[in-house]
């Protein structure tokens, strides 16, 4: 697995397989591209930052003080 940041664009993308992409789908602010036998290929998480801030509300308080 790779992953990559980009500050300027705020856009964390996540290569889980280098199989060609053959279709995207999109859900709010991720984009999971698929390969043709349907398995993700990458992922793209816009407004990453928002995104995990966001997603980090979930977590329960031990894990969130173990991070800051």
């Known amino acids: 697995m790779k992953y990559q940041y980009e500050k300027q664009d705020d ?3 996540i290569w ?3 199989e060609p992409v053959d279709y ?3 859900t709010g602010d ?3 591209y698929f ?3 349907d398995k993700p290929v990458f992922l793209e998480v816009l ?3 928002a995104f995990f801030l ?3 509300k979930v977590f329960p308080q031990s ?3 173990a991070v800051t």
């Open 16 to 18: 889980m397989s280098k």
């Open 30 to 32: 991720m984009i999971v």
């Open 11 to 13: 856009v964390l993308t």
């Open 35 to 37: 390969s043709k036998k």
């Open 54 to 56: 966001e997603a980090a």
């Open 24 to 26: 995207a789908e999109k």
């Open 47 to 49: 407004n990453a930052s």
């Open 63 to 65: 894990v969130r003080s």
